[in-house]
């Protein structure tokens, strides 16, 4: 059976893309079929995975108003196993034109039904926001997966997260789960990262992962030359935070 994440944060800046692609990649070279879905219209997902965002012919945005099957956005990544759907400012639109569809809120988990045999693992990078994007990957996906950033206000807006996951599993999607929240860019030298640790794990509980991801400049750098951290630097500690969280995550669906 496969398994859906959306990745998610109102918060932008803490890792959510990051996290996607690179979760995404670890999966893959694991021998999963993995399909990343970039619902952010910034489509960072997708150049962060190689592709040039100006120049697609099709996005997720066409299969949202039924211009294209979503078994025709599906491309190649050059990592075997991974796929993407991709996204571009087009994206942007949706916001608005959404209003006025019909079951507007379950558009994306439609689309997904139709592909989601052929993968192991879906995951869907979100935009930094609680608007209709993020409520379609939530009623799309099987359980959320929520990056932190190890930084002052840490917490702030998680609440309201929270909040919004328990309406969407009221309303539209009763199987919605948190399957964990991961604590980004953390940098051990400092008092303060390990007070956002400890608070955090105060707030969520058993809901943490224990896998951290260090603050790490080759993760900084990977995205500008369009690859994942393991393409761009095995040996960094954010290949191999993101290669034990992969683990981490993989050993429940054993």
Do not use: W
């Amino acid at each position: 059976m496969s398994r859906i994440f959306a990745v998610a944060n109102q918060k932008g800046g803490v890792g959510k893309t990051t996290t996607a692609v690179n979760l995404a990649t670890c999966f893959a070279l694991a021998g999963q079929k993995v399909l990343v879905v970039d619902f952010d219209p910034q489509g960072q997902a997708t150049s962060g995975l190689g592709l040039e965002k100006k120049n697609l012919p099709r996005t997720i945005y066409s299969s949202l108003f039924n211009l294209n099957s979503p078994v025709e956005l599906i491309q190649e990544t050059g990592i075997q196993n991974l796929r993407i759907i991709p996204a571009n400012i087009e994206l942007a639109g949706a916001e608005v034109e959404l209003v006025e569809v019909s079951q507007r809120e379950s558009r994306l988990r439609r689309i997904l039904e139709n592909v989601r045999k052929r993968f192991d693992f879906i995951l869907i990078d979100c935009p930094p926001s609680l608007g209709i994007l993020t409520v379609n990957a939530l009623t799309a996906a099987d359980s959320i997966i929520i990056p932190v950033q190890c930084e002052y206000y840490a917490l702030e807006g998680l609440s309201q997260l929270v909040t919004s996951v328990n309406l969407v599993q009221a309303g539209l999607n009763p199987h919605l789960s948190i399957e964990g929240v991961v604590l980004t860019m953390n940098d051990i030298r400092t008092n303060l990262s390990q007070q956002v640790v400890n608070e955090v794990r105060n707030f969520f509980q058993d809901k943490v992962f224990r896998t951290v991801i260090p603050r790490n400049i080759r993760l900084a750098e990977a995205p500008s030359f369009g690859q994942s951290i393991i393409q761009y630097d095995i040996r960094s500690t954010g290949a191999e935070a993101y290669t034990r969280l992969a683990r981490e995550i993989l050993k429940r669906y054993e």
